[in-house]
């Protein structure tokens, strides 16, 4: 999924977990950046199979394995909430896209609910349609009513978990916003560059 709704689980994860261990703001925003900070490998996209940055092995279970073993040797639960955060967003990304799961994979594992089987075979045959690559991925994503369901609950859950357990935190809802309008705005880009394209 898009990184403000990794940002959204991250914060109700976060939220949940406040009332149990008092978090302050550093041990917070750990959290948080757990669930979306690995999709900045985006940026390492080149050294990824087939530039796909989810084949990078930032998007596997390993790091999460990692963090777990480091939480149960110092006994740190800010550090086992991290790993669930990290997992849960590896794992969601399998839904969508696929990822590289258990860092073995040649092509992106999981349901692949966005991409069907032959698509992603003839991935490039199907980019070289579009004008800039990216605006398959994100028209194909925003025309999906799960995925606008999906989006629209996690911001609800997140609302609400952040109101009633973490009230202290609740600027972190900026974070999101700027996520989301990053995400909305690159959207409405490319669909006008295609839409010329197009025409
Ligand atoms: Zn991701």
């Given at each position: ?24 703001l550093f041990q917070f925003t750990a959290i948080v950046f757990a669930a ?164």
């Amino acid at each position: 999924m898009h990184i403000n709704s990794h940002c959204a689980v991250g914060i109700i994860i976060a939220s949940i977990f406040h009332p149990i261990f008092n978090f302050d703001l550093f041990q917070f925003t750990a959290i948080v950046f757990a669930a979306f900070f690995m999709d900045f490998d985006v940026f390492l996209s080149k050294f990824a199979k087939d530039n796909n940055h989810r084949m990078l092995i930032t998007h596997s279970i390993i790091p999460s394995i990692g963090l777990l073993i480091l939480g149960l040797i110092i006994l740190s639960p800010v550090i086992l909430i991290c790993s669930l955060a990290y997992f849960i967003h590896v794992f969601v990304d399998c839904i969508d896209w696929g990822t590289n799961f258990l860092g073995i994979h040649q092509k992106p594992f999981g349901p692949k609910f966005l991409i069907t089987k032959e698509e992603l075979d003839n991935l490039d045959e199907i980019l070289s349609k579009y004008k800039i690559k990216k605006s398959f991925f994100d028209i194909r994503y925003y025309s999906k009513v799960g995925v606008l369901i999906a989006e629209g609950l996690l911001f609800g859950a997140m609302l609400t978990s952040i109101i009633l357990f973490a009230m202290e935190f609740s600027l972190f809802i900026i974070l999101y916003l700027l996520f989301l309008a990053f995400h909305i705005s690159g959207y409405l880009h490319l669909k006008k560059i295609e839409a010329n394209h197009q025409s």
